[in-house]
């Protein structure tokens, strides 16, 4: 297939593809969020967001991506947190209840538990400088083997549908594997009717690898 019909989240290139490339002097760029190399000019999907400046050596720039930028939660973001979290529709597909209502001092505990990084690393997702998610990556969960650790995320209703969550679990995973090297497998569990966050997913890279016991599909992404 042409690189011109060809998508740039298809996936990275092959290594034919890229001798071929190079021999045809057609411009490549490095993707650290597919950890390969793709066509320049390849058409993103129909709605992801304008597309980030390329990063042309891996384990680049780790601080944004498409304009999101991933930093620890603070005190002060106690009101968006909740703003963010209170909604049953946030907490559908989480495997927690949703604690309605959300009070601030719940809330407030919460933010805390984020915090506390010995066995996760929990980072606010922003965009535009505003705070409109989260991502959470779990070292020792239940359903994690060994060199594995678990990514979630979720974000404010407000913010779906506007193709961030991609590049939310692009950057976070690329950060896990920058500053993990033990890592060599991401996965991810999701909600079979939680279509959105399978594609999310899918399009961030992870292939799907299965279904846990409670029939949650398992999707991975493993170190190149």
Request: aromatic share 8%; charged share 25%.
């Amino acid at each position: 297939m042409s690189h011109e019909i060809t998508r740039r989240w298809a996936g990275p290139l092959t290594p034919a593809e890229i001798r071929i490339a190079r021999a045809n002097g057609t411009p490549l760029a490095y993707d650290p969020a597919q950890l390969g190399w793709v066509y320049c000019d390849a058409r993103d999907a129909d709605d992801d967001p304008p597309r980030a400046p390329s990063f042309r050596q891996p384990g680049g720039d780790l601080t944004q991506l498409g304009g999101i930028r991933l930093r620890p939660w603070r005190l002060d973001d106690l009101s968006v947190f909740r703003a963010l979290l209170d909604d049953p529709e946030v907490w559908r597909f989480m495997y927690e209840p949703y604690p309605a209502p959300l009070t601030e001092d719940m809330a407030r505990q919460l933010l805390q538990l984020s915090g506390v990084e010995r066995h996760h690393k929990v980072r606010a997702a922003e965009f535009g400088g505003e705070v409109i998610g989260q991502t959470r990556i779990l070292f020792d969960g239940p359903d994690t083997g060994p060199n594995e650790a678990e990514i979630s995320f979720w974000m404010g209703r407000q913010h779906w549908r506007r193709g961030l969550g991609t590049n939310m679990v692009r950057l976070a995973t690329l950060r896990g594997f920058a500053r993990h090297p033990s890592l060599k497998r991401l996965v991810a569990y999701v909600h079979p009717d939680n279509r959105g966050s399978l594609r999310v997913l899918e399009k961030a890279g992870y292939v799907p690898n299965g279904t846990r016991a409670d029939h949650w599909h398992r999707l991975v992404r493993a170190r190149p």
